[in-house]
């Protein structure tokens, strides 16, 4: 059963332009939430995060939005550059629990049209 | 530069081979991790170490062992490779047992034929 749903694959947006990539969890439990964007052949690097007593996070070009009630976070990416194509993993973390490790989703590629 | 260190970048193994992934990080965390992605899967944990000398098991430990050697290094084995274990491996570690702010390697494409 898949703890976090990235339920689009891929994304295709114009440079310039605003990216908004999805995630939703099932597990109440997760109470820190993460990005982390990947290039092919390279390792994931992490991105940005936020802990659910909060609802928005913001980084330069990078903004996450979380909704505890609907069990949602958005990745908000402003303006879209070329270099932002790449796979975006979100990841969820259960701080309290017994187990150790990130819960992430099957990631969404962004694709930054010129 | 910091940061993880995994060997091989690729191997190819036959069913029924064993060997092992290295992995090693020079910014001193406690917690270290093993991940496999598979394409449609995401990441998926194989096993982590919370601290030097403890390990436990992720979500898809079969088929694997793991050893925390010292601080620094973190080793993944395959004792009997199968074509399932076909994959790319990603070692992690992170500063704190709440595993914020992973630092992953570039990982390890390993085919089992």
């Known amino acids: 059963d898949q703890q976090v749903k990235q339920n689009s694959p891929s994304l295709s947006v114009q440079e310039g332009r605003i990216s908004i990539l999805n995630c939703d969890y099932t597990?109440?439990?997760?109470?820190?939430f993460l990005w982390y964007k990947k290039y092919p052949a390279e390792g994931p690097t992490f991105l940005i995060s936020?802990?659910?007593?909060?609802d928005k996070n913001e980084d330069g070009r990078f903004t996450v939005f979380l909704n505890k009630s609907a069990k949602h976070l958005s990745l908000h990416i402003v303006p879209s550059q070329p270099g932002d194509s790449a796979v975006y993993f979100c990841?969820?973390?259960?701080?309290?629990?017994?187990?150790?490790?990130?819960?992430f989703g099957k990631g969404t590629h962004l694709i930054i049209q010129p | 530069n910091a940061g993880v260190t995994q060997t091989p970048k690729f191997q190819v193994l036959k069913t029924g081979q064993s060997m092992t992934l290295q992995c090693a990080q020079d910014m001193n965390h406690n917690s270290m991790y093993w991940y496999r992605q598979d394409p449609g899967m995401g990441l998926r944990l194989i096993y982590y170490?919370?601290?030097?000398?403890?390990?436990d098991k992720g979500e898809v430990p079969n088929g694997y062992n793991v050893s925390r050697l010292n601080k620094r290094e973190f080793s993944l084995r395959l004792e009997s490779a199968a074509p399932s274990q076909t994959s790319v491996y990603f070692c992690?570690?992170?500063?704190?047992?709440?595993?914020?702010?992973?630092?992953f390697g570039s990982g390890t494409r390993l085919t089992v034929v």
């Open positions: 170490s919370a601290s030097e000398g403890t390990t």
């Open positions: 936020i802990s659910s007593i909060k």
């Open positions: 992690a570690s992170s500063p704190a047992r709440q595993g914020r702010g992973y630092t």
């Open positions: 990841a969820a973390l259960d701080s309290g629990g017994g187990a150790d490790g990130l819960t």
């Open positions: 597990n109440s439990m997760f109470d820190y």
